[in-house]
Each structure stands twice: as C-alpha cells, then as structure tokens.
C-alpha cells in the first residue's frame, strides 16, 4: 500500500518469504519489501499444459495456490513492464481470507509492474467449464484498505472464452484472446473507493453472460492502467471462495418461415405462448430446451387473407447437443378467378371492344386478394386482340394488378382477322378464366339501305358452336 495505509498492520518480519510484506511508511519509496521472484513462477504459459476434463461443477478456496495449475488452472502475467511479484500469489494472512485459514485466498498486487505508469494485466483461469441450464459463477472479492488512508484505485474483470479449453488470453498487456466477453467490470472507471474494502460476494448467471451450452473458461483479469510502486493507481486485491454449478447443457429452436401472404402466422415451442409473424424471415423462440429433451413446434393460428396453411418440419423431435433447426412451410389456399364483365364480345376488327374484360380475384374464404398479379393472354397468331390496361400494352401478354377490391380490368382492341378466340385470364393459385371474343367486318351497306355483317352474306357462322378458341401457345 502507499503511505500511512494498511500494510503498517505490524507483519512481522516472518512473512519475509511471502511474495508481498509488510510497508516501512511508503509505497513510493520502498513499496512492499518482497521477495524477488521469477516471472515464470507466476505464468502457468510457461509450464507443461494439464488436459483434464471439463467440469460442471467448482469449488476452490485456495487453501494452497500451488495446486492450481495441477487443478487445470491458468495463470497468465502479461503485465507491461514487469514488476518484481508478478501475477497472483497465495494471499497475506493480514488481510484474513473470506473463510477458512487466514492466507487461504488469492491474491495479486501493485507490484505487478514497476515504475508509476505500468499497466497489470494479470489473468486468473478457471479450468474448462460445462456450460448448462443453472449456470452460476460465484466468488468473493476485496482490497486492502484502512480507513483514513490513501485509496489506491484498483480494478477486475471478469471475463469469459466460450471456445472449450482455450486459454488464450494475447500475449500483451492490453490483448484478450479468446476472453472478449465482459461478464462483469468491479470499479470499471478505477475510482477510490470504487472497489470493496470488505469481502463482497458476486453472482454471474445467464443474465450476466453465462452460456447455457458448450464449454469455456471464465477469468479473473486484474486490470489496472498507471500503476506500479509510484502510479497512483492499484494496490492488492484477493479473490476467495470461487463456485460454480452447470446444470444440465440447453439448446435454442430456431426456425425459418417461407411462403408467408396472409396476415399472421402463430407458432408455439412446446406449448409455451404464441408467438405471431407476419412476414418471412429466420427467428428463435425465446424458450430454451435441455439437452436429451423433446421438443414439439404448432402452429397455433393460420394466415388469412389470403389464408393460408402453414406446416412445420421437423414438427417434433429430440434435442440432441445442438440447436434445432425447422422450416415453417406456408401455402396459400386456392384463390377463385372469375369473370365478372367483358365476356362473349365482338367489334370491328382494329377497334376496341366496348366493355372491358374484368376479373374478380377471391381466396377460399371468398375475401378479395388485392395486390395480385394476374395475367391475361390472347392468341399469338391468327384472331386475336392487343390488351391494355392503365400502365401497360398493347400486348398479346399482359400482367396487371388486383385492386383493393381483388379486380383486375384489362382493355381489348381486335386485330385486323376476323373470328371468334378466348382471351385467358390466370394466376398461379386459381383455376384459369376465358373471355370470349369475336372480331367482325365492318358493316356492308346494300341497296336496300339495310346493313347486313358480311359473315352472314356469305352464309358463314364465324362462332358456330360457341367453343372457345385458346390462345395458341
């Protein structure tokens, strides 16, 4: 600590073996009188990895700091530049631990870097962690302090690797590696009295960042910028009594709907409340399913106008270590295309027809379809009729839009061949509809002052049976 603070407690000189020890009245001028030590004793990078199998469950109260790496702990000093007790230690028993012996914690000080303007960086590793259902994280932390003495500022992080047994952190001072996710900051903005003077317990859960699934590690990251035996920042924190319990691994559903018109569709996961979509696109229920669980995705409620059938698949199935992906299918109903004007017309050939031909476009409930395409088609070759409407033609192939009503009004003008032709009128989800139409002569004008068409001068019944001839295609 710095001067007139807490480490003038009296340590006797026995605890002259410790990696920091009693204050002499300054920190800035002779700091902790500590024991040189060598780096690598505090960088567990720089020691034989040891692969053991992730665990769902934590408990360790430091009794011995010694046995951590033999436990699957990882310490990492990258600390710029280095100090004399770099990295985490077995803690003082001054500062008496949050339960158990008095040293029984672990600790990390200023002398992590030298000189007034260092930066710790410091990291603490958890062995590989099970992710699950009741994922919990809990320890206990505080500085020393006395009060009325000087507050040296002091920070951690803790932080998360959801990539298995990673423990990567960089290889600088200001890296993170695979530890990019903040669980929690203690005195983020580095402030006196920021951080706790007595043994203070946090709780890290789901809210906070835990994964429900998969494996990691979690860190303690002691983080303190212009520090060092005569910065104005850091001191000694420990941390003690750290836990942790997984549960049993959950997964997410997600799913995708397609095909989607109408107005909603309702989904539900196992029976939870309806979730409505009124529009295509890929989504996650908001329920998580365990690991080994069956899941059952409904459709609580069909689209309508249109209306529309949706399905799901897979609809039901077993969660099994992954995320479950389905599809919701939806069709629309058959629509019913009619006639509703225009039909069996004739004019002269190259003059308009003097009705429009309009179609009436409803779904299966008998509501109008606004908004769709249909498309009116005459014959290529031989009679036949140029179609217009407001926006498009002439053309032998027109497409033209319901209105909000669901119709649909396309103008007629026969060609220069007489006869009689079907103008097709269709959409993809309905039955096709025909217009008849017959193009004429213009009138003959007899002697006799009558007009008479001169298909039936001729003795020709151009229409005869009244059949209608399709568009040839």
Known sequence: MKNGSLWA?????????????????????SGYVSTVVSPASYDDANKAPVTLPRV??????????????????????????????????????????????????????FQSTAGGAGTISDWLITPELEFGRDASFTFWTRKAYVAGGTDY??????????????????????????????????????????????????????AHGVPRNGSGRIAFRYFVTQAGPNGTKSEYIGVDTVSYSAGAPQYRVLYTVVGLQGDAVGLSLNGGVPIAHSYNGSFVFPEYVDDGSPYSVTVTSQPSHPKQTCV????????????????????????????????????MVNEMFADELVAMLVDSDGDPVPGAQVTFES???????????????????????????????????????????????????????????TNIWYPAIFADGFETPPEAVRGLDVCG?????????
């Open 9 to 29: 407690w009296g340590l006797v000189a026995g605890l002259a073996a410790l990696p920091a020890l009693a204050m002499n009245g300054s920190r800035s001028t």
């Open 56 to 109: 769902a469950t934590l408990n360790e109260g430091f009794d011995d700091v010694g046995t951590l790496v033999g436990n699957g702990w990882v310490r990492r000093h990258l600390s710029a530049p280095t100090g004399t007790v770099p990295g985490w230690f077995q803690g003082i028993p001054t500062l008496n631990a949050q339960t158990g012996a008095a040293n029984s914690y672990v600790a990390a000080n």
């Open 153 to 206: 500022p002091d920070r951690l992080e803790v932080r998360l690797s959801a990539n298995g047994a990673s423990s990567d952190a960089g290889s600088t001072h200001t890296s993170t590696g695979d530890f990019s996710t903040v669980l929690l900051t203690i005195n983020p903005t580095q402030v006196a009295g920021g951080y706790p003077y007595v043994w203070t317990q946090y709780t890290l859960t789901h």
């Open 312 to 347: 799901t698949g897979p609809a039901t199935g077993t969660v099994n270590g992954a995320d479950i992906v389905v599809v919701i299918l939806c069709t629309t109903d058959p629509f019913v295309l009619t006639v509703e004007d225009g039909f069996d017309q004739q004019a």
């Open 379 to 437: 014959p290529l070759s031989g009679q036949s009729a140029w179609l217009h409407d407001l926006n498009a033609g002439p053309a032998t192939t027109l497409v033209t839009t319901t209105d909000a009503h669901g119709y649909v009004v396309v103008s007629a003008q026969a060609n220069g061949i007489v006869g009689c032709y079907g103008v097709i009128a269709s959409h993809p989800n309905a039955g096709p509809v025909a217009f008849r139409l």
């Open 465 to 473: 049976s009244k059949e209608v001839r399709p568009p040839l295609r």
